[in-house]
């Protein structure tokens, strides 16, 4: 069973940096498709990031540049960090995961089958 928790959220300042956590169990991560999506006050939860089977990586267009999705092996966990941080980016992070690759899904809340519960980040201006 696949079992998702995210950690590292918290209250920063415009510019600052910030490292999520997504720890995971029952996932390989060679063979899945692992994703940050985030969700502001008031809005549709949006795709953020992803790396799929430990290879290809792939970001919305508003962090590209700024925020990286990696993983580590050892620790099952993947990691989001987020750097230049801006009031817009200020939203619960969810990471998910899902067996496989699909280019053309992957940035669909739908496809994902494991949520975490998300972590808060909010950024003040």
């Known amino acids: 069973q696949v079992r998702l928790v995210e950690s590292g959220g918290g209250l920063v300042q415009t510019g600052d940096s910030l490292r999520l956590s997504c720890a995971a169990s029952?996932?390989?991560?060679?063979?899945?498709?692992m994703a940050w999506f985030r969700q502001g006050p008031g809005k549709e939860r949006e795709f953020v990031a992803a790396?799929?089977?430990?290879?290809?990586?792939y970001y919305a267009d508003s962090v590209k540049g700024r925020f990286t999705i990696s993983t580590d092996n050892a620790k099952s966990t993947v990691y989001l960090t987020m750097n230049s941080l801006k009031p817009e980016d200020t939203a619960v992070y969810f990471c998910?995961?899902?067996?496989?690759?699909?280019?053309?899904?992957?940035?669909?809340?739908?496809?994902?089958?494991?949520w975490g519960q998300g972590t808060q980040v909010t950024v003040s201006s």
């Open positions: 029952g996932v390989t991560f060679s063979i899945y498709t």
């Open positions: 790396l799929v089977e430990i290879s290809d990586t």
């Open positions: 998910a995961s899902k067996w496989g690759r699909n280019s053309r899904l992957l940035t669909t809340t739908h496809w994902y089958t494991t």
